[in-house]
């Protein structure tokens, strides 16, 4: 007998008894009936996928996002619905993405640009090509040798559940073109930093150190950097040149924008629940793992977690803009509400595969809350970690204040197959995982809402810290 079903099944038939006598479900029965029957993570995910598509941050695409989802949180009861704007540096990736090796062995490659590549002139660049297996290769290369040349930069990601082997690899993206850079190169390309095998590179900002001027720097695709290195093994010396023509361009400055909706609490003045994702995405995919999802996630998790009764503390969402090029949402929602006591963060932005593991940053401050919490959550295949809980991206606000976090860690097996590809789309969302992620995170976030005393500390109120007094 499957003892787990069994429960979820008795869970059911509890919402059931307790809906049929006009009586408001229990949390639990609520998060019960998420896991089984919720539609609003769904709901979300393919109406802004399907009517919106690929958000590129601070591009017109990603205010109509904003727009629709205001739309979506009104229609759906949340109150203080808005749209807050800011500023921020445009980045967008222009038509023109291409790459060929030129000798020994010509053929093309398939290559897009990375945030914040700069273009080559018209016709493209076309240099030998060097290869550093690893970032701290590149890092040891002698000042000025690479003058004139295109650096190639690979690395050995694999697949895991917690996605560590994302921090292993993503230097090569994130610092590879800069260092590259201030070494004299005039192009760079990458192994794309993913796990698939298809010809779909995987984009993703970069950066170049203040006073290093951006060159162009792009993602080759992991079956053409796999190819690319075998070329290098068979050429037997002989130098490889790789034609390089991209135009991606800053456009300047361009309004961007947190959207923000609440489940008003019976208890306003006490600090949020603040449930975060971002809703941009890169321009070559509709972003339903990254972070269509990650949104749909949380707004459904607030609205089940209602269904239990209003909760004593808001539970406010926030859909922050412009993650993807810099974190631009989650800098100007902190610089704006940074004298706005926060009670706790959570983010959900890794994907729409099942929850395995539950993490905070008050195991050893509040370890009675870290355990109701763990125990509540294991009837959903969730273990409780040991590991202090850092909150996601869009949560700058509450590390700024130095408050409670949640991370409610995601099996990332499969994520980085998609993540910042073309293939980032609605059909790879499995929609009982997608249900798994509601429940988990209405039960989580039931609780918390709930929680009369200081979430970090479980001590009075007076005894929090005085950036979380409540």
């Given at each position: ?153 690979s690395h050995q990601m694999r ?98 924008g947190n959207v923000v909706g ?123 970690g040991s590991d202090v809980a ?81």
């Open positions: 007998m499957n003892h787990t079903l069994t429960a979820f099944g008795a869970l059911s038939l509890a919402l059931l008894s307790t809906t049929a006598s006009g009586q408001t479900p229990s949390l639990e029965a609520a998060a019960g009936a998420a896991l089984e029957g919720d539609t609003h993570a769904w709901d979300f995910v393919e109406g802004l996928t399907t009517e919106v598509g690929p958000r590129q941050a601070g591009t017109e695409a990603e205010s109509r996002a904003r727009a629709w989802a205001m739309a979506w949180l009104k229609a759906k009861g949340f109150a203080n619905v808005a749209d807050e704007p800011f500023m921020m540096d445009t980045w967008v990736p222009g038509d023109i993405a291409r790459a060929r090796v030129t000798a020994p062995f010509a053929q093309d490659l398939v290559v897009l640009p990375l945030g914040n590549s700069a273009a080559t002139p018209a016709g493209g660049i076309e240099a030998e090509v060097v290869f550093f297996r690893t970032v701290d290769d590149l890092r040891a290369a002698p000042a000025g040798s690479l003058a004139g040349k295109i650096a190639y930069i697949p895991a559940q917690d996605g560590s082997h994302y921090g292993f690899a993503g230097p090569a993206r994130w610092v590879g073109p800069g260092i590259a850079a201030s070494k004299g190169a005039i192009g760079a390309v990458i192994k794309s930093v993913g796990t698939d095998h298809h010809r779909n590179p995987h984009t993703g900002g970069t950066s170049f150190p203040e006073g290093v001027d951006a060159i162009p720097a792009g993602a080759l695709s992991l079956p053409d950097a796999e190819n690319l290195e075998r070329m290098f093994a068979r050429a037997g010396g002989r130098p490889l040149t790789l034609k390089l023509e991209m135009n991606p361009r800053q456009i300047g400055q361009t309004q961007s609440e489940i008003v609490g019976r208890n306003p003045s006490l600090p949020p629940v603040l449930l975060a994702c971002h809703i941009d995405s890169w321009w070559n995919a509709p972003g339903a793992f990254d972070d269509g999802a990650g949104c749909g996630i949380i707004a459904a998790a607030a609205l089940s977690a209602a269904e239990a009764g209003q909760p004593l503390r808001t539970i406010r969402v926030l859909l922050a803009g412009a993650e993807e090029t810099g974190l631009w949402g989650s800098r100007a929602y902190s610089a704006a509400h940074l004298d706005e006591p926060i009670a706790v963060g959570l983010e959900s932005d890794f994907g729409a595969d099942r929850i395995w593991r539950f993490d905070s940053n008050f195991r050893e401050t509040n370890p009675a809350l870290h355990k109701k919490i763990a125990l509540a959550v294991a009837r959903f295949g969730v273990s409780s850092t909150g996601g991206a869009d949560l700058n606000i509450v590390r700024d204040q130095k408050g409670a976090l949640v991370d409610l860690q995601q099996d990332g097996t499969r994520y980085f197959d998609l993540h910042h590809t073309p293939d980032d789309t609605l059909d790879k969302i499995d929609k009982a995982q997608l249900r798994q992620n509601v429940a988990v995170w209405t039960q989580v976030v039931g609780i918390l809402a709930n929680e009369s005393t200081s979430i970090l500390t479980g001590g009075p109120v007076p005894s929090a810290p005085a950036i979380m007094q409540e």
